[in-house]
T-cell receptor, first 113, second 112 residues
């Protein structure tokens, strides 16, 4: 089944403890992106990648890192999480940016205390 | 202000009634996408509209794109409880070709 898989679905962590949210797609998509969703603010792009080894900042990149060493994987790294990073995170992929609709993962609900 | 404005923000309709959700862009758009989200879950792709005047339907959901007005509408006919959720429009906008910009969503409740 064609899908984007995110892990974990839920995560509670403490301020400053490094964490990684994994994202993997099995559709051979070139474009991948991370969004966060917050009440009243909607979906905001954190980082995106047009292809392997090509990543760039979105609208709200501060406090996040990403890497794209393989086409299928696009992990989101929080080196030192803070409470303002408590949010619902989505990974998405697409054949290329204007090819059609994104396929979204199921989301990761992160709470930083 | 939001580059993509959705209206209404929330909607409660009785089962069987029709409804319309609007999405208006402040910039030229290159493709308009509609998604549905169940609370706290991932987004499900519904439809993509790319040309002015284009209209697409899937089951009881119809979406139209008015390119001149930079606006799209999503119409649900004879709503059912399964239509409940959050509907989001997304678009590739002028000057932001690297992403889909999303509206803040319309929360739909369908009562029995």
């Amino acid at each position: 089944e064609a899908q984007v898989t995110q892990n974990p679905r839920y995560l509670i962590t403490v301020t400053g403890k490094k964490l990684t949210v994994t994202c993997s797609q099995n559709m051979n998509h070139e474009y991948m992106s991370w969004y966060r969703q917050d009440p009243g603010l909607g979906l905001r792009q954190i980082y995106y990648s047009m292809n392997v080894e090509v990543t760039d900042k979105g609208d709200v990149p501060e406090g996040y890192k990403v890497s794209r060493k393989e086409k299928r994987n696009f992990p989101l790294i929080l080196e030192s999480p803070s409470p303002n990073q408590t949010s619902l995170y989505f990974c998405a992929s697409s054949l290329w940016i204007r090819a059609g609709g994104y396929t979204f993962g199921s989301g990761t609900r992160l709470t930083v205390v | 202000s939001q580059e993509l404005e959705q209206s209404p923000q929330s909607l409660i309709v009785q089962e069987g009634k029709n409804l319309t959700i609007n999405c208006t862009s402040s910039k030229t758009l290159y493709g308009l996408y509609w998604y549905k989200q169940k609370y706290g879950e991932g987004l499900i792709f519904l439809m993509m509209l790319q040309k002015g005047g284009e209209e697409k339907s899937h089951e009881k959901i119809t979406a139209k794109l008015d390119e001149k007005k930079q606006q799209s509408s999503l119409h649900i006919t004879a709503s059912q409880p399964s239509h409940a959720g959050i509907y989001l429009c997304g678009a590739v906008l002028t000057g932001t070709a690297s992403k889909l910009t999303f509206g803040t969503g319309t929360r739909l409740q369908v009562t029995l």
